[in-house]
């Protein structure tokens, strides 16, 4: 039967071709995927779904972000400004107390700078620094063959730091030996006295102190001279005492 001449025919629409190879594309697609030539009309005019929108936005976000540092980067170098410290992973290890290899040095100098760091984080107070580097400092000196009263002294101020009170009385006694009124074996005692909360003790170590200062910094002794600052501030707390 032929169709009635008012009956309307459906125009289906045409698949869309690429230009350039003339095979059928997708409709939404924006290059060929046979041979990847850009398809006529832009990208923009083409509808999106949904979930093609979202990716859109999270893969903009991501690249604005990673030019946003790089171009904040590029102006901190050439302005001379350091550009923000990254945060260091949960698990790293804290830093070093000193990037030099204590191993490659003579025992004396090696436990020598480990004094220096204990003496150091007990003026500014971290007692996680001393409580760390005490005992190691301590092995480093029982490495030294013979100790001399500088030694005996850097051993004193660390159990003093430690508050091992007892091997810091044991080191008073040794300075004794070098010489009785020994100032630095004097300045011990008054530590101890003071930490025990003992008034008199402390007393009696400071008056002992002045009685031998001018007798002891006369001999000049190579520890005084290492220590002179420490024995300066301690003659002069002792005046006002």
Known sequence: ????????????????????CSKATPPDAAFCPHCGKPLGGSAASRPRDPVTLALYSIIGIAVIGSLAGIIYLAISNNAGVAPPPMSAPANSAPPSASSVDLSSMPPREAADRLFNRVMAAEEQGNRQ?????????????????????DAHYHIGLINAAT???????????????????????LMLEYSVAEQSGDRDAAAKATSAFKAAYATEIGIERPEYKAHMNSIEKFLADAAGR
């Open 163 to 185: 508050g091992d009170l007892d091997n810091v009385r044991k080191q008073v006694e040794i300075l004794r030996q070098f010489s009785p009124g020994h100032l630095l074996g």
């Open 1 to 20: 039967m032929s169709r009635s001449k008012h009956q309307k025919t459906v125009q289906r629409p045409k698949t869309p071709t690429c230009p350039s």
């Open 129 to 149: 620094v001393v409580v760390q580097f005490a005992p190691m400092a301590l092995q480093a000196y029982d490495l030294v063959e013979n100790l001399d009263a």
